[in-house]
């Protein structure tokens, strides 16, 4: 089954929406509240980063009986070092980000804790493409 | 699974189908079925809305018989702060003591003499598992019914505890033991202000069984008082053996912050179980970050606002506030006996069982069903006409489209639909009004 989702850049008011609209499908579907726990924080990170990062942004969803994929798309800045990105407390997150509570440098290593498989392709000044994959068993 | 035991419940003679109730259950658990409100028992969660809503009152709290209290020796009554609330302020605590003593109880207990050692057990529990953050009051029953069905992933957020009520019921079957008294000769009642509280008595989530032997709805016990100061209005006030003194923070319990504010951290109350499901959605969504306590509450301005209450709530949160007033100046050392218990009480209050998950929201336990059904019901929104009239007897054309991939509902009970039907020729006008006959009853269609 597929969902798609549009992600405003730069809405904060709307940031999380498109997670919890996932979220909601798969609490339909008799998702382990546990495993449904990790998908929902990994998502909901990647869709603030588009948002704080980024012009726009889909999240396209993929759900068969074993696993579920999330693919986010965004065009924006691109990440120059995905490595460093992956750090902890490592943030490009601007001052005003932060006031509202976001940007504290967790977003990219809190995914990769919260789903089984991730991959991040950027390009400069173009976007990122952020793949995820959680087993549901 | 056992269905939950529910204390509200649809008088057939006064409803009349009117979708008030239907369109505000927080669970979507009502349709209207042959011209009548029908509650689905795994969905509701007690909370009351459908009964504040109801402009015919005909939906009413079922209670256990009064004189039941006499197959008892020792009849013990325990009180919710609210009761107090109901009265004017002219109506002393001793006076309404001394109707319950004159109306047959041995001993009146006001639950929130428990309050105190149930705050620090519930302190104690979350320095001890500081992971699971942010911790979520167990004091509402509604509210971890709306958890276990709508959101069971926050399960493991509810604090394991019993209630106030059960500690003060533990605590009253504990002192008559230690006084040599047999305890099939104690009966203790719960005077309650909700629907839920009574259901948590009859099916206690999480403990094997209730502590007490009966309740009694509020609303009935504010009458029997009522009645019995009209009476002894010209005779003076019977002494009573109880102290009336309940702390400022015990009277405060019930209220909203009332165990929000004794807590440290960031701690939030919220009243009111459409708002208590916005703040449960935020946590659900990992929205919430750093909160350190939850205090939920079904009722709009917490017990004050519980559907067996009386008076208004603002009124009874005023009648409250003097109380505790009054209670301030009073230098009270002498300790309540229940302190003597705290140890004993702290291992009681530990709940035995599980809080079990039993979500709503699963269209099928087996996941390759659920996705099948799941498609089934985006095509049938795709026809519907989503402007959520209620006129098949469900609150939304979405809980119409659940209905029917679960074979609860046909597709044809949609009005639009029978519409289109009749003027393909499928459907004949006829048919269309034997549909809504079904839905509405066949009185409503007669001339």
Redesign the interface.
């Given at each position: 089954?597929e969902f798609s989702y549009n992600i405003e850049g730069g809405n904060f008011s709307r940031a999380?929406s498109a997670?919890?609209e996932v979220?909601?499908?798969l609490?339909?579907?008799?998702?382990n509240?546990?495993v449904?726990?990790r998908i929902?924080?990994a998502l909901?990170?990647a869709e603030v980063n588009v948002v704080a990062h980024a012009y726009e942004g889909t999240m396209q969803v993929n759900?068969d009986?074993s696993v579920i994929t999330v693919v986010i798309n965004d065009r924006g800045p691109g990440i120059p070092d995905i490595e460093l990105a992956m750090q902890e407390g490592y943030s490009t997150a601007s001052p005003e980000v932060r006031e509202m509570g976001f940007g504290a440098g967790m977003g990219l290593p809190n995914i990769q804790k919260n789903c089984d498989e991730l991959s991040i392709e950027s390009k400069i000044n173009e976007g990122t493409k952020v793949t995820m994959t959680t087993y549901?068993n | 699974m056992e269905p939950f035991y529910h204390a509200l419940k649809v008088a057939p003679t006064a409803c009349i189908g009117c979708t008030h109730c239907m369109s505000l259950c927080p669970t979507q658990a009502i349709r209207i079925q042959d011209g009548l409100a029908t509650i689905n028992k795994n969905a509701c969660v007690d909370c009351g809305m459908c009964l504040k809503s109801c402009p015919r009152h005909a939906i009413y709290v079922e209670q256990d018989d009064f004189n039941q209290i006499f197959n008892f020796k020792h009849r013990i009554i325990l009180l919710p702060t609210v009761l107090f609330g109901q009265f004017s302020e002219e109506i002393t605590e001793q006076q309404i003591f001394a109707e319950l003593h004159s109306m047959g109880f041995t001993q009146v207990i006001e639950v929130a003499q428990a309050s105190g050692i149930l705050t620090k057990a519930m302190r104690n529990y979350m320095q001890k598992n500081s992971h699971d953050r942010p911790f979520i009051s167990a004091f509402c029953p509604a509210v971890v019914r709306l958890i276990q069905v709508r959101f069971p992933s926050l399960i493991d957020h509810i604090i394991p505890l019993k209630q106030a009520m059960d500690l003060a019921a533990i605590f009253a079957r504990r002192k008559y033991l230690d006084q040599g008294i047999d305890p099939e000769e104690v009966g203790i009642f719960y005077v309650t202000p909700c629907a839920a509280k009574i259901a948590a008595v009859k099916s206690p989530v999480g403990d094997d069984k209730s502590n007490l032997d009966g309740v009694i709805n509020l609303d009935f016990i504010y009458n029997k008082i009522q009645m019995g100061l009209t009476q002894h209005r010209d005779q003076p006030v019977t002494p009573v053996s109880e102290q009336t003194y309940l702390s400022p923070e015990s009277i405060a319990w019930a209220l909203t912050e009332g165990e929000a504010s004794k807590f440290e951290g960031r701690c939030l109350a919220i009243d009111e179980i459409h708002n208590v499901i916005d703040i449960l959605e935020k946590l659900e969504n990992d929205e919430l970050t750093d909160i350190d306590f939850l205090e939920l509450r079904a009722c709009d301005h917490s017990c004050a606002g519980g559907a067996l209450a009386v008076n208004n709530r603002f009124l009874t949160i005023e009648r409250l506030r003097k109380r505790m007033e009054t209670s301030e100046k009073i230098n009270c050392t002498t300790q309540d006996d229940i302190q003597q218990y705290e140890s004993y009480l702290f291992k009681e209050g530990q709940l035995t069982g599980e809080i079990p998950p039993r979500s709503i929201e699963q269209l099928d336990e087996n996941m390759l069903i659920a996705m099948e059904k799941m498609q089934k019901l985006n095509r049938i929104m795709g026809v519907l006409p989503q402007i959520d009239c209620g006129a098949c007897g469900a609150p939304s054309c979405h809980t119409l489209a659940r209905d029917v991939v679960q074979g609860k509902a046909k597709l044809n009970r949609c009005v639009f639909m029978q519409k289109i039907l009749c003027r393909e020729d499928l459907m004949t006008p006829d048919e269309s009004l034997e549909l809504s006959e079904k839905t509405w009853g066949l009185k409503r269609f007669k001339e």
């Open positions: 089954m999380g997670s919890s979220k909601k499908i609490k339909q579907l008799n998702v509240p546990s449904l726990k929902v924080v909901y990170e759900i009986p549901f | -």
